[in-house]
Antibody, heavy 117, light 107 residues
Framework: EVQLVESGGGLVKPGGSLRLSCAASGFTFSSYSMNWVRQAPGKGLEWVSSISSSSSYIYYADSVKGRFTISRDNAKNSLYLQMNSLRAEDTAVYYC??????????WGQGTLVTVSS | EIVMTQSPATLSVSPGERATLSCRASQSVSSNLAWYQQKPGQAPRLLIYGASTRATGIPARFSGSGSGTEFTLTISSLQSEDFAVYYCQQYNNWPITFGQGTRLEIK
């Protein structure tokens, strides 16, 4: 069974940093591109970042480019999102999602990031 | 950036009836269009990819159609568990973009 479990969310002040993690199991992690997708409270879905299976290709939404860094450790079956210079508008539930043809076929339950003073 | 526009914002339909949801792209995305269902407090679930291919385990009452800039998700006979928010997503170009969602509610 495919499982994706996010962690690392919490309350952080504007300008602060946070690192999200996603632990994957039930599939060959190193064979799949992975993604972060976020959802602000009461709002729609926003794609944040994608990383290819070997980390050769990385993409970011303009809204996070230069502030967020996606990475992965295939030996640990883990995906990460380093978030710096956080803003109030980054407040959201952050989902880890497996890629299938650049769609998202499996999702974690999400971790809430709140940016507030 | 390709802008995805869904209509209507809210759709009220009775159980057992057909629901038709629309999604329009600001430029052609070919058939690189997916649909997701999201229930309150849950992660989204992939329903359709390639505009018309059902994802694994998705019931046959869900169908997708369209290509280019105009797409439709049809639910042929609504069940109680189908009332949720539905999102379309294009994956033809970076950045990947989603529509704003259609809330399907019980009439």
């Amino acid at each position: 069974e495919v499982q994706l479990v996010e962690s690392g969310g919490g309350l952080v002040k504007p300008g602060g940093s946070l690192r999200l993690s996603c632990a994957a199991s039930g599939f060959t992690f190193s064979s799949y591109s992975m993604n972060w997708v976020r959802q602000a409270p009461g709002k729609g879905l926003e794609w944040v970042s994608s990383i290819s299976s070997s980390s050769s290709y990385i993409y970011y939404a303009d809204s996070v480019k230069g502030r967020f860094t996606i990475s992965r450790d295939n030996a640990k079956n883990s995906l990460y999102l380093q978030m710096n210079s956080l803003r109030a508008e980054d407040t959201a539930v952050y989902y880890c999602a497996r890629a299938y043809l650049k769609t998202f076929d499996y999702w974690g339950q999400g971790t809430l990031v709140t940016v507030s003073s | 950036e390709i802008v995805m526009t869904q209509s209507p914002a809210t759709l009220s339909v009775s159980p057992g009836e057909r629901a038709t949801l629309s999604c329009r792209a600001s430029q052609s995305v070919s058939s690189n269009l997916a649909w997701y269902q999201q229930k309150p407090g849950q992660a989204p679930r992939l329903l359709i990819y390639g505009a018309s291919t059902r994802a694994t385990g998705i019931p046959a009452r869900f169908s997708g159609s369209g290509s280019g800039t105009e797409f439709t998700l049809t639910i042929s006979s609504l069940q109680s568990e189908d009332f949720a928010v539905y999102y379309c997503q294009q994956y033809n170009n970076w950045p990947i973009t989603f529509g704003q969602g259609t809330r399907l509610e019980i009439k």
